[in-house]
């Protein structure tokens, strides 16, 4: 059985249809059930682009079911998405997470399906990801490797491992309270997890793929990554932020698929290499912590300008 797709849209039709568009491009949509999750105008300057999201995704079709849940109010994306993901494991033990700006190859659906299968019943699988930093993994002989962080961009999960998604400060203190954890965190200190993680318990950001990566870590989780990407981010016209996308932006490769799947274990050879690509940006992890702040306002905020 495929997993049920929910895919998260707010105000931008443009970018929706897209989504969906590629989404159908693969073979596996015909057999997906796909819900899509429409949060609520947060003003009335957005009302008429809301309505015209919710017009187009009345007319989708090319999948197995089509779910439309039009929130009566503006959740946020943090909310929005956390329930709807937590509605859709309680439901169906395991679902496939899009957002309204990403753009999934046709290898994607196959991909996910195929890993949230070999991996059901192993506890330290926690997600399994679509997208990948434009990293070289050379002499890495495998189409996937297990690393110990998580993405918000095209993803999946299972019941078994969403339920230990905590939010709250219990986590950022039990971080906080060992240095050898915070750099852990960090990716040996090359990628600044921790920083976001404290801005968003103080209020400053609202993210709930900050909380659910310190969840997976306070489990010793891993996640499964594809050493090409699968997913590529259409960027947003209503960014609030001026943001470098090259830094985690990579391009498609349409003929690229996972073929096989590796043994659950962290690959420390592809971590060392993607620690490496941290630091090499604009001056090292300053210069990073510049790139994921913005991209963490700007994808994972509550509030769209």
């Known amino acids: 059985m495929t997993a049920p797709i929910a895919l998260f849209v707010y105000r931008r039709p443009g970018y929706t249809r897209r989504a969906v568009e590629a989404l159908k491009a693969n073979p596996e949509a015909a057999v997906s059930p796909l819900h899509v999750f429409s949060d609520g105008a947060a003003s009335v300057q957005h009302e008429p682009a809301v309505r015209e999201v919710r017009e187009y995704i009345r007319g989708i079709d090319g999948f197995a079911s089509i779910n439309i849940i039009e929130r009566d109010r503006n959740l946020g994306l943090a909310k929005s998405i956390v329930s709807g993901v937590t509605q859709l494991c309680r439901d169906h033990g395991r679902v496939i997470v899009v957002e309204d700006d990403l753009i999934v190859s046709a290898g994607f659906l196959d991909y996910m399906n195929g890993a949230l299968d070999r991996y059901a019943d192993d506890e330290r699988v926690m997600q399994i990801a679509g997208h990948m930093f434009p990293v070289s993994f050379a002499g890495v002989r495998s189409d996937a490797v297990f690393l110990p962080i998580t993405t918000s961009w095209g993803w999946a999960t299972w019941a078994r491992a969403w339920r230990y998604m905590t939010q709250g400060r219990e986590l950022y203190d039990w971080i906080a309270d060992s240095e050898s954890r915070r750099r852990q965190f960090d990716a040996n200190g090359s990628f600044p997890y921790f920083e976001m993680l404290e801005k968003n318990v103080e209020g400053q950001i609202s993210s709930w793929a900050i909380e659910w990566y310190a969840s997976v870590f306070r489990r010793k989780g891993m996640t499964l990554f594809p050493v090409r ?15 470098r996308p090259e830094f985690w932006a990579s391009q498609l490769d349409p003929e690229f698929r996972v073929r096989t799947f590796p043994a659950p274990e962290i690959n420390g050879r592809a971590m060392g290499m993607l620690e490496r690509y941290f630091r090499s940006r604009d001056g090292g992890r300053h210069g990073v912590g510049r790139y994921l702040k913005n991209a963490f306002d700007r994808f994972t905020a509550t509030i769209r300008a």
């Open 229 to 243: 990407t699968l997913v590529s981010n259409t960027g947003d016209e209503d960014a609030t932020h001026s943001v």
